[in-house]
Structure formats: structure tokens, C-alpha cells
């Protein structure tokens, strides 16, 4: 991730409970999903994502789910609606805020082409390192650079440089929520016209429509506000066009206009 507060969301995500919170029974690694059905949810999987995942994803899939924070990788499923969406709007130049084990980044390390770029950049190496192996078996790695740290830092850098300006035809974010807004800020100067920011966890385990009262999990609780707040304002920004996909834990997607 790409704030030094991840290691206390992570903590929290996955020790930390204020009430008892209703368990799903499925035991998919990174299984987000917001349909009511388990069992349709795996039918997706099994017909029309899993036929599909390239070997070097599934094994890193299986590696992931023995971490014991497997809950903060992309799931399945949507790292295939990543990989076909960058295809669609043919990108080149791409960069990733929060990397985990690397499974969205490789899925779309696999959509580019042989010389696509994606600027990845995470808090934790060791955690990149874990699914590092995949990806070279992948043939991809020179694809990604790899930077350690935190990413406004770099993002202000590169903000600065004009060249950089308008550079990147996609950015995906999956890091500390109560930075959504800081990154928006920056990469909307980055990205080009026409091209697509995607926010991961927009939903936010369908907390952001739950009451007051209602048992949540301490983390949930805590990051729901940041994320509810991007929301809107990702809503009221006319530098960009949106559209909120129930895969995953929801996904933003954001077009830049002007």
C-alpha cells in the first residue's frame, strides 16, 4: 500500500471486530463480491473467469491465498475486467498505486503490450517480492517499475514535470483510503485526456449504505467516511466522466474529460 497507515489497516482487517460480523462461507483468495449469491458469484469464476486465468496468475492466485492478509488482493474476476479494459482503450503507459502480492499487476502487466510501462508503487517490497517470481515466469517484468514507498511523495514529483503531465493512459489505485482524494488531486494532472483512473473499493463491503448503528468491522468503520467522501466528489468533478462497477468491492472508473 501507500501509506505507512496500512500496516494498522491490515492489523484491524484482520484481528480487529467491534461486534460480531455475519462470515461469508466462501473461501475465495480475495473474494469481495457484492452479489447476494455465493453460489453465483462462484459460476462466474468457474465459467468465465478461471478458463480464462493465465498459469502465472493462478499460481500467484494460490500463493497469495496462503498470506495471511490474502483479503487486500484483487480477486479474480476483477483483475480480468482490468486486463480487458486496458486492451479496449489500447494502454501503453500505465501506473499502480498499492501492489500487495502483485495479482492486479499482473493481470495487466499481461494486457500490455511487450513495451507497455506500469510505474508500480507499494510501501511493502517484501510483499511485491512474494508474487515477484510469477511474474517473471510471466515474461512481464520488464514491464513494471517497481518503486518502494510512499506514492504522494513521487506523484508531487512528478506532477512538477511537465513531461509527465497528461503521460499515463491508466492509473489504478487499491491503497489507503484516507488518500483517495490526495491522489485524485495529483493524477488527474497525470493522466491523459481520455484516459482512465480506476479506484478500487469504492463500495467498501457495501458499508457505505449500511445505518449508524450497524455492526462493522473497526476498520470498515473507519475508512467508510474517506470513501463515502471520495465518492461524492468523484460525483461532482466535471474534469472527468464516471461509472461505478459492482465487481469486486466496486470499482470507480474515471474518464478525464479536459
Known sequence: MASTDVAAEVKAQTTQVEEPAKVTRHQEVGHKSLLQSDALYQYILETSVYPREPEPLKELREVTAKHPWNLMTTSADEGQFLGLLLKLINAKNTMEIGVYTGYSLLSTALALPDDGKILAMDINRENYD????MIEKAGV???IDF???P???LLDEMVKNEE??????FVFVDADKDNYLNYHRRLIDLVKVGGVIA???TLWNGSVVAPPDAPLRKYVRYYRDFVMELNK?????PRIEISQIPVGDGVTLCRRNY
Open 233 to 237: 466528489a468523484l460525483a461532482a468533478d
Open 130 to 133: 512474494l508474487g515477484l517470481p
Open 164 to 169: 509527465m503531465q497528461g503521460s499515463f493512459d
Open 147 to 149: 518503486r518502494e514507498g
Open 151 to 153: 506514492a504522494l511523495p
Open 199 to 201: 479506484y478500487d473499493n
Open 141 to 143: 517484468a520488464h514491464k
